[in-house]
Nanobody, 125 residues
């Protein structure tokens, strides 16, 4: 079993920055992804990170956040961070951390077995 806890959401003005974090406990996870869901919209992939080997990692970003968001991993603390810069009002939503024991990184929510409770990110214009 895997337990995920998100933290770091909040309210920020457009152009500002926030960092959300996902702390994992339990079984060791490989692929970890961030999804977000705005009111009335489907949950969408934001960014993901996976371990392909002892020193090899892979990251993927949605086109809408590429160049503004950075995903990173602290293996010692079993934590994945999502640094969000140049935030826009359309980045508003509940941000969910998802994890899989598999190494394959997917943009589909169905690929992940474990989910956090979500953290609210609100970007005001």
């Amino acid at each position: 079993q895997v337990h995920l806890v998100e933290s770091g959401g909040g309210l920020v003005q457009a152009g500002g920055s926030l960092r959300v974090s996902c702390a994992a406990s339990g079984l060791p996870v490989n692929a970890v992804a961030w999804f977000r869901q705005a009111p009335g919209k489907e949950r969408e992939f934001v960014a993901g990170h996976t371990l392909l080997g002892r020193a090899t990692t892979y990251a993927d970003y949605a086109n809408s956040v590429k160049g503004r968001f950075t995903i990173s991993r602290d293996n010692a603390k079993n934590t994945v961070h999502l640094q969000m810069n140049s935030l826009k009002p359309e980045d508003t939503g509940v941000y969910y951390c998802a994890a899989s024991l598999q190494r394959a990184l997917s943009r589909s929510p169905q690929a992940y077995d474990y989910w956090g409770q979500g953290t609210q990110v609100t970007v005001s214009s």
